[in-house]
């Protein structure tokens, strides 16, 4: 059978948008270049139904990649939206609302005492990496292959030649005095972080706990507590970069799920509702060596927002302990019944609560340079097949599938459907 996708208006958006944006949007992964296509425009979208320009109607699995916990246009975040900006939108002072959010997020998150609000997670792992710094008097930061902590200058890195040696630039316009120190390990690698740790000074070690960036990949059992165990051993500060697994896997994160807690979060995507709104915090020791209090210059015109403000608490506060577990039930029968749907085909599929991805890889995916041997143009067929289909699946193979409260039983079952017949055209 073949099936194809009405999508004129869209091309001649796309047309009228190359024109006047680079690759025709705002943040490359939504050109849809790595499935070989052209981008849908989106008209509208409710719970998970995503409606494009041409009137196609999807189940949504990308969901902004990553703050629409609640889905799309969740009553209570909007009416939590519509009353703050009733307000007024922004003030360049203080309100009510950001110091609620704050309190929010130090009961749910173990390692945070204080926080500061930001705009992107960019700028909140920036600080984040710039406190670092100043609170060891030290310069290098560790991450690892295939971590996306925002484009940030310093952490636009690739591996240099040898283990454990100084990052390369991942960018045209990146200084290499920009990644010098920075210092790029695979994930998952016990013996490399080490190996970091012996030649280095090192200021800072910055990991998603549950990298999602390049797909789905967990860490093995002991890493997190090991990264703990290094950093402490050597004086440098652990971040924990969770701007897709905080307030997602758990209601502290992947640092509750792993018991293990960092120096330092980052923290954004679900923390905003849908709105700009990210962060980073610690302890008030370490925060406070922020500015007014601290010698560390840190700011931002529309940080703490009221309204990304209002749509983060309205978001936060619905995520009670049955949230938690339903996000959990949905996550594990999409998985589950995406790998059946997969049977004997080279296919793996990671999964925590909130989050898959379907790797199309003979073996299980343990760090960058596995997820890059996937094969991503089967990935691509499959999904233009799930597109085809009715589903929006994240367009690329290094991405995650995003699970939300508005996600249905009926939702997976027609993902599940869609999938086993566009598993049919992908090889
Ligand atoms: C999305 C993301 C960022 C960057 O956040 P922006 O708001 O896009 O700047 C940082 N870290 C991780 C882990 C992310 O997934």
């Known amino acids: ?214 797909g789905l990949v967990l860490p093995e059992p002991g890493f997190l507590a090991r990264l703990r165990e290094l950093t402490e051993a050597h004086g440098a500060l652990l971040i924990f970069d969770e701007v897709i697994s905080g307030f997602r896997v758990a209601p502290g994160g992947a640092q509750e799920l792993s018991d293990v807690t960092p120096d330092l979060t980052v923290m954004g995507k679900v923390i905003g509702g849908g709105l700009p709104a990210a962060a980073f915090g610690g302890s008030q020791a370490l925060m406070e060596r922020l500015a007014p209090v601290g010698d560390v210059y840190q700011a931002g015109t529309l940080s703490g927002n009221p309204l990304a403000v209002a749509a983060g608490l309205a978001s936060l506060r619905m995520l009670d302990e049955t949230a938690y577990l339903r996000l959990s039930e949905t996550t594990e029968a999409l998985a589950t019944g995406l790998r059946e749907a997969a049977g004997d085909r080279p296919v793996q599929v990671a999964s925590v609560g909130g989050l898959v991805t379907v790797f199309f890889s003979e073996q299980p995916v343990r760090d960058y340079a596995d997820a890059r041997r996937c094969d991503h143009e089967a990935y691509a067929r499959w999904c233009r097949g799930l597109l085809a289909r009715g589903v929006y699946a994240p367009p690329s193979g290094y991405e995650a599938w995003f699970v939300s409260l508005a996600h249905a039983p009926e939702h997976v079952a027609r993902t599940l459907e869609a999938a086993a017949a566009a598993f049919e055209v992908a090889w």
């Open 1 to 214: 059978m073949t099936v194809s996708l009405t999508d004129a208006k869209s091309a001649e958006l796309f047309a009228r948008a190359s024109r006047v944006l680079p690759g025709g949007v705002n943040s490359p992964v939504r050109a849809m270049r790595s499935i070989g296509r052209d981008p849908l425009f989106v008209e509208r979208a409710e719970g998970v139904d995503l409606i494009d320009v041409d009137g196609n109607r999807f189940v949504d699995w990308v969901c902004s990649w990553g703050p629409l916990i609640h889905g799309h246009a969740h009553p209570q975040i909007l009416t939590a939206i519509h009353e703050a900006a009733a307000a007024g939108t922004t003030f360049g002072a203080p309100t009510a609302l950001e110091v609620e959010l704050a309190e929010e997020v130090v009961r749910r998150v173990p390692s945070v005492e204080m926080l500061r609000m930001t705009s992107s997670g960019t700028e909140a792992s920036m600080s984040a990496i710039r406190l670092a710094r100043a609170a060891t008097g030290r310069e290098v930061v560790v991450k690892f292959a295939g971590a996306y902590h925002g484009h940030v200058d310093g952490l636009l890195a690739d591996a240099g030649s040898g283990l454990a040696t100084q990052g390369i630039p991942a960018s045209a316009g990146v200084l290499e005095s920009a990644t010098r120190a920075t210092v790029v390990v695979p994930w998952n690698d016990v013996a490399a972080v080490e190996e970091a740790f012996a030649r280095h000074d090192v200021a800072a070690l910055i990991a998603e706990p549950y990298p999602a960036n390049m």
